[in-house]
C-alpha cells in the first residue's frame, strides 16, 4: 500500500517530456514564433507556455489557450488539425531570453516540451547603432579639425610675442609698479603693468 502511495506521488511530481529540447533564436524588437506539437487525443487539452523551470505549484505561466495573457506581447494559438500549438512573443526584450516550457495539461501528469530562448541584436538594431556611429564620427572630425587650426593659430602668435629679457626695462617695471602713481612713468617707453591695492 506504502508503496502504491509512493509510486503515485512521484507520478504527480514528475513532468513527462515530450521530445528533444529545441533552441530558438529570436532577435531584439522583433517577433519569434515558437511551434510547440503534442501528441494524438491532446487536441482538446489545455495548452500553457511557462517560463523557468514550471515546478508545479510555482509556476510563471507566460500564456494559456482560452486565456488573456499576462504580458499582451505573449500569444498561444492552437492548431488541432496539426496538433500544433504556436506561441508568439512580439517585441522581443533581452530579458526574455531563457529557458521556457511547451505545456499540455492532463489529469495527472502534463507533458512538457523544453524550450530555450535565445534573444539576439537585430539586424534594425545593427543598423541604428552604426548609423547613431557615422553621426558622433561627422560631429567629431570637423570639431577636431578646428581645434587642431586654432592650436596652430594660437602657437603661432604666441612664438611671435616672444620679448627677450631687458634688465633695464625690467627695473623701470619694477620701480614704477612699486609707487603705482601714473605721473611717475616714463613716457618714452611703453609699459603695461598693473596695480595691485
Known amino acids: 500500500m506504502m508503496l502504491d502511495v509512493l509510486l503515485l506521488f512521484s507520478r504527480i511530481c514528475t513532468a513527462v517530456v515530450g521530445g528533444a529540447s529545441q533552441t530558438i533564436t529570436g532577435y531584439i524588437g522583433e517577433r519569434v514564433d515558437i511551434r510547440c506539437s503534442y501528441d494524438y487525443g491532446y487536441e482538446s487539452n489545455s495548452k500553457y507556455f511557462c517560463k523557468g523551470e514550471c515546478i508545479y505549484g510555482n509556476r510563471i505561466i507566460m500564456v494559456k489557450s482560452g486565456s488573456p495573457a499576462k504580458d499582451e506581447r505573449f500569444s498561444l494559438t492552437d492548431d488541432t ?80 610675442a616672444t620679448v627677450v629679457f631687458n634688465p633695464v626695462i625690467y627695473d623701470q617695471i619694477k620701480d614704477t609698479g612699486r609707487f603705482c602713481n601714473p605721473e611717475d612713468r616714463d613716457t618714452e617707453t611703453t609699459v603695461f603693468y598693473s596695480c595691485v591695492s
Open 81 to 160: 488539425t496539426a496538433r500544433v500549438f504556436t506561441v508568439t512573443i512580439t517585441d522581443l526584450r533581452t530579458e526574455d531570453e531563457g529557458q521556457y516550457w511547451c505545456a499540455v495539461k492532463r489529469s495527472i501528469t502534463d507533458v512538457y516540451s523544453e524550450i530555450l530562448l535565445l534573444v539576439m541584436l537585430g539586424s534594425f538594431v545593427i543598423i541604428i547603432i552604426t548609423a547613431e556611429a557615422l553621426v558622433l564620427l561627422l560631429i567629431a572630425v570637423p570639431l577636431i579639425i578646428v581645434a587642431v587650426q586654432m592650436r596652430k593659430k594660437n602657437k603661432g602668435l604666441l612664438s611671435s
